[in-house]
């Protein structure tokens, strides 16, 4: 994909790309935001990092780093964050948007047919090779970021001890996370000069990118701005809410999922699944908004569409609402449910970015907070390898039992369980991608087409 060099831009410029170009780029994005956040991150680091060249690594990480601290999806606020460096607040809103879009609008497809004819057998034929295929994309951000995060030695082995918490001990992500930010701040306390080295540290091979850091868009934080940005984004995050209550009582479908998942986007620290079995436990056994195959299903539709994991929230929205309609139609009453979750999912994980960053943005240049954050990024490829792993665990195999030894707790896939076509359909994907050095986009329209292909020939076997 050929690159434009933009125009040259000052210091604290709103616009140092074209926002109309910004936003083509965005959209390109979001058609391929497969495989949860590590596919995601992965995605936006081969478009804006090495192709485009929008943004340095350095400066890609420390964005990741600072997301990862945040509640909410780190991928989509990761968007968020890149698109207010290019082009201010609009790119922010544009980039964040933009990164849910398509996800909103194939999960909204997938649930009418599966309210509207009971399954979706139709649907997940297309899919079949998509799961398989992101195997290969996460294997990919793997490889790239951590041979661009991990450039000192203390980084390896925060990466390597953070992936073994995960995969072995179950310890709770954001203690992986405080723990990575401790041994950075104390490195960077101790040991200066080798924490600037790692910090610096870059592949000779790779090219600069066109817009130095100083280009970036920036804004002095100050309260008044702060108190701007909080007040509008918590009235766009609560009024909708306000609105159905208003229109169809406090007790309504509405208001419920409403106001519980308004509070489930302020505890979603990480990621998704961090966040979801709570989340099932409420829709399934108190709310009653679905059952908890229905809740699987969901789960199964929002890991093979664009977007975010946490779009399930969506499936469990227009469900819930179908069925418990009020005095509306029930296909409208689901479509509002859906979009207004979707809204109170979103709108506070936009709010976060745009009110952390300009501080984080002038702290960027302090040595102690760098470092941590450089822990954090590392941390961040042992979550990805984890994420890689459970992944693959699940996609390549039908069934995973947990399993106990001492302090040691892992799920581990059952041998006989092995589903064939994910074989065959992850090993073209890495050949495609390893091999013959297939985009993205390209590699997910073929596997998705093998799925179907594997899906045909099987309804005649």
């Given amino acids: 994909m050929s690159t434009t060099e933009p125009a040259p831009a000052t210091p604290g410029r709103s616009?140092?790309?074209?926002?109309?170009?910004?936003?083509k780029a965005w959209f390109l994005v979001s058609l391929q935001t497969f495989g949860g956040p590590a596919g995601q991150i992965a995605v936006m680091q081969r478009m804006l990092v090495e192709e485009r060249r929008w943004i340095g690594q350095q400066r890609f990480l420390f964005a990741l780093s600072f997301c990862t601290l945040l509640p909410g999806p780190e991928a989509q606020q990761l968007a968020t964050y890149v698109g207010w460096l290019l082009n201010g607040i609009r790119g922010a809103v544009v980039a964040g948007v933009l990164f849910v879009l398509p996800g909103v609008v194939t999960l909204m497809a997938l649930s009418a047919v599966y309210v509207g004819y009971g399954d979706t057998t139709a649907v997940e034929a297309v899919f079949l090779g998509l799961g398989p295929a992101v195997i290969a994309i996460v294997v990919q951000a793997l490889t790239r970021v951590g041979r661009r995060a991990l450039t000192a030695p203390w980084l390896t082995v925060v990466a390597v001890c953070s992936f073994a918490a995960l995969a072995f001990f179950a310890v709770p992500f954001p203690m992986v996370i405080a723990g990575a930010a401790l041994v950075g701040w104390l490195v960077g306390r101790s040991l200066p000069r080798r924490t600037a080295t790692a910090t610096v540290a870059a592949d000779p091979a790779e090219p600069e990118p066109l817009i130095s850091d100083s280009a970036l868009h920036s804004e002095p934080p100050s309260r008044g701005r702060t108190l701007l940005v909080l007040g509008v984004g918590v009235t766009l995050w609560v009024v909708p809410?306000?609105?159905?209550a208003a229109a169809f009582g406090r007790d309504s479908v509405f208001v419920q999922q409403g106001t519980?998942?308004?509070?489930?986007?302020?505890?979603?620290?990480?990621?998704?699944?961090?966040?979801?079995?709570?989340?099932?436990?409420?829709?399934?056994?108190?709310?009653?908004?679905?059952?908890?195959?229905?809740?699987?299903?969901?789960?199964?539709?929002?890991?093979?569409?664009?977007?975010?994991?946490?779009?399930?929230?969506q499936f469990v929205a227009f469900l819930g609402a179908y069925r418990d309609p009020g005095p509306l139609d029930p296909w409208v009453a689901a479509v509002l449910a859906s979009l207004l979750?979707?809204?109170?999912?979103?709108?506070?994980?936009?709010?976060?970015?745009?009110?952390?960053?300009?501080?984080?943005?002038?702290?960027?240049?302090?040595?102690?907070?760098?470092?941590?954050?450089?822990?954090?990024?590392?941390?961040?490829v042992g979550v990805i390898a984890n994420l890689a792993l459970y992944f693959a665990f699940h996609t390549v195999f039908a069934e995973t039992e947990?399993?106990?030894?001492?302090?040691?707790?892992?799920?581990?896939?059952?041998?006989?369980?092995?589903i064939w076509s994910a074989v065959v359909i992850t090993t073209l994907g890495f050949l495609l991608i390893f091999r013959f050095g297939w985009s993205v986009l390209r590699t997910l329209g073929a596997c998705a087409l093998a799925g179907v292909a594997w899906q045909v020939v099987a309804s005649f076997t």
């Fill in 402 to 418: 947990q399993h106990t030894w001492g302090p040691v707790t892992t799920g581990l896939p059952v041998p006989g369980t092995l």
């Fill in 15 to 23: 616009g140092v790309v074209p926002l109309r170009t910004a936003t």
């Fill in 341 to 380: 979750v979707v809204w109170v999912t979103f709108v506070p994980s936009i709010m976060f970015v745009l009110l952390g960053a300009p501080y984080v943005e002038r702290l960027r240049s302090n040595q102690s907070l760098s470092a941590a954050l450089s822990g954090i990024t590392a941390a961040v």
């Fill in 241 to 244: 809410v306000l609105a159905f």
């Fill in 260 to 313: 519980f998942f308004s509070g489930a986007a302020v505890v979603t620290f990480g990621g998704a699944y961090a966040v979801l079995a709570y989340v099932a436990q409420q829709a399934v056994n108190t709310f009653h908004w679905v059952t908890g195959s229905e809740m699987v299903q969901g789960l199964a539709l929002a890991e093979t569409t664009p977007g975010p994991l946490i779009m399930v929230v």
